[in-house]
């Protein structure tokens, strides 16, 4: 398998789930999603790339064109999310999930990613509780 035969194509509305950190920075959230997903040992760049950079098919919505996508290098541990909107914990789990089962389905993936932000919003909630 080439590192090119690792895109995803990203489409899809975030969920209401991925909103909520948004005063966090994103490379916060890239390395606690980096830790839940035991992914240690990896090295994970994000790069902002233009709109005018990525090529969609005249049938696709304008409201879809946007893209968020990973490239994974596997030999070297390294992964490259590259986005041209705005970050969000649920793109950032969704790649993640790309790099940790690369032989999973989007399907799977997506299951996993609305698994885990609920996970985490309920243990997010145990900790204000508590306090
Ligand atoms: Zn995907």
């Given at each position: 398998?080439?590192?090119?035969?690792?895109?995803?194509?990203?489409?899809?509305?975030?969920?209401?789930?991925?909103?909520?950190?948004?005063?966090?920075?994103?490379?916060?959230?890239?390395?606690?999603?980096?830790?839940?997903?035991?992914?240690?040992?990896?090295s994970?760049?994000i790069?902002?790339?233009?709109?005018?950079a990525?090529?969609?098919?005249?049938?696709?919505?304008?409201?879809?064109?946007y893209?968020?996508?990973?490239?994974?290098?596997?030999?070297?541990?390294?992964?490259?999310?590259?986005?041209?909107?705005?970050?969000?914990?649920?793109?950032?789990?969704?790649e993640?999930l790309?790099?940790?089962?690369?032989?999973?389905?989007e399907d799977?993936?997506?299951?996993?990613?609305?698994?885990?932000?609920?996970?985490?919003?309920?243990?997010?909630?145990?900790?204000?509780?508590?306090?």
């Amino acid at each position: 398998m080439s590192e090119e035969d690792n895109w995803c194509h990203y489409s899809g509305m975030p969920s209401p789930a991925a909103y909520q950190t948004n005063n966090i920075t994103i490379h916060d959230r890239t390395n606690h999603w980096i830790n839940v997903l035991g992914l240690s040992g990896w090295s994970i760049s994000i790069k902002a790339i233009s709109k005018e950079a990525v090529i969609y098919a005249d049938d696709v919505p304008i409201e879809d064109r946007y893209f968020v996508g990973v490239q994974i290098n596997k030999e070297k541990m390294h992964a490259i999310i590259y986005h041209d909107r705005s970050l969000t914990d649920e793109y950032v789990v969704h790649e993640l999930l790309h790099v940790k089962h690369p032989d999973w389905s989007e399907d799977q993936v997506n299951a996993e990613t609305e698994r885990l932000l609920n996970q985490n919003k309920d243990e997010q909630k145990e900790k204000t509780q508590s306090r």
